[in-house]
């Protein structure tokens, strides 16, 4: 359960007063995700979404984050808002934590996406890659190149711990993506964390997008190579060429990806795998024991970057023009 800072009902009345969100009926932590606390919140208002941001989130980035939200939304994606409080202030300050309120979107998250629903995926990126333009704020990507460097260097000395030989084979692969890692492709804001758990169903049909809180200025095809590594592989670690097929479909039928995009795909996809495997071995080895967060494995991300070590081309995600 992703609940890194308790809150106290004085201090979460206090809170609400300066929204104008109702009277406060009940709330509870929220079970799911690991980067930040979350809490449902039932108010005479209705429901809301508290967020106490935690370790991996800059608050100098939190402008661009709820900004974002307030664009995608005024540009028809469904994804929630951060509530104003009186003051006008989008972020206040609970328990210590930057805190926002968030207005509630209505769905659930996949746990068996099939490949209907990846091509919704598809789709729902690039329209989301389209409606960012013009988006006025900038964030370079913390976790790309460098970033992965930085990550490595904590945790390098104590990989072998969690399997023996990650050392040395991480530290080529980083190697290699330092030399092969594409330039000149489009950029604009992505998402950069499109996992199953962060979009929306209602029934089939996708009903929004949530949880901006890695969106950053990048390479277009990265946001859909991190969705082939979050949405097109099954839990015995074989890629479902199926999903593939449909999620890239989905994609280009609305913004169609150019042949160096393609091209690119398998050393994207690479970059993409190793950034969460990274993420997730260094919570792996830092989380303390008895912490409210179920960690996530970082060899599932060492099996799929190892996939995509031997991939030939895009034709293998299922790209029929590749
Ligand atoms: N606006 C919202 N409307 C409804 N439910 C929400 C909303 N925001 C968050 N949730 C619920 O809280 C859970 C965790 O939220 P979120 O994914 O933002 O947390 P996180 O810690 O940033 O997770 P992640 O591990 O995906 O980075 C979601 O899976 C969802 O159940
Ligand atoms: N989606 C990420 C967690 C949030 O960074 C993962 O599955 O590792």
Redesign the pocket.
């Known amino acids: 359960m992703a609940v890194y800072t308790d809150i106290n009902e004085v201090d979460l009345k206090a809170f609400l007063r300066q929204y104008d969100a109702g009277e406060l009926m009940s709330y509870k932590g929220i079970a799911e995700g ?2 930040n606390s979350n809490f449902l919140l039932h108010t005479t208002a209705g429901s809301l979404i508290l967020t106490l941001y935690e370790k991996r989130v800059e608050k100098a980035d939190l402008p661009f984050f709820l900004g974002l939200m307030h664009h995608l939304s005024s540009r028809g994606v469904n994804c929630p808002l951060p509530l104003p409080r009186h003051d006008g202030a989008l972020l206040g300050e609970l328990s210590g934590r930057p805190a926002a309120l968030i207005t509630f979107l209505e769905g659930m998250w996949l746990r068996k996406p099939e490949p209907a629903h990846c091509r919704e995926v598809g789709k729902a990126l690039a329209e989301m890659h389209l409606a960012c333009d013009g988006f006025a704020l900038r964030r370079p990507n913390a976790l790309s190149l460098d970033g992965w460097q930085a990550l490595w260097a904590k945790s390098a000395g104590r990989a072998d711990e969690v399997l023996s030989g990650l050392r040395e084979e991480i530290g080529g692969e980083l190697a290699f993506l330092e030399g092969a890692w594409p330039k000149d492709l489009p950029e604009g804001v992505i998402h950069a ?1 499109l ?1 199953p758990d962060n979009v929306f169903f209602l029934g089939d049909q996708l009903s929004g997008l949530i949880d901006f809180y ?1 969106a950053c200025n990048d390479m277009l095809a990265y946001d859909v190579s991190i969705c082939l590594n979050a949405w097109c592989f099954e839990k015995d670690g074989s890629y479902n060429i199926t999903k593939g097929m449909a999620l890239l479909d989905g994609y280009n039928a609305v913004r169609p990806l150019s042949a160096a995009e393609i091209a690119a795909l398998p050393v994207l996809a690479r970059g993409s795998a190793l950034r ?1 495997f990274l ?2 071995l260094y919570d792996w080895l830092t989380t303390p024991e008895g912490a409210l967060v179920v960690k ?1 494995d970082p060899i599932e991300y060492l099996r799929k970057l190892r996939f995509h070590r031997q991939v030939a081309s895009a034709a293998e995600y299922g790209l029929a023009s590749a």
Do not use: W
């Open positions: 690991v980067e964390d996992f890695f969460f993420t997730r996530k």
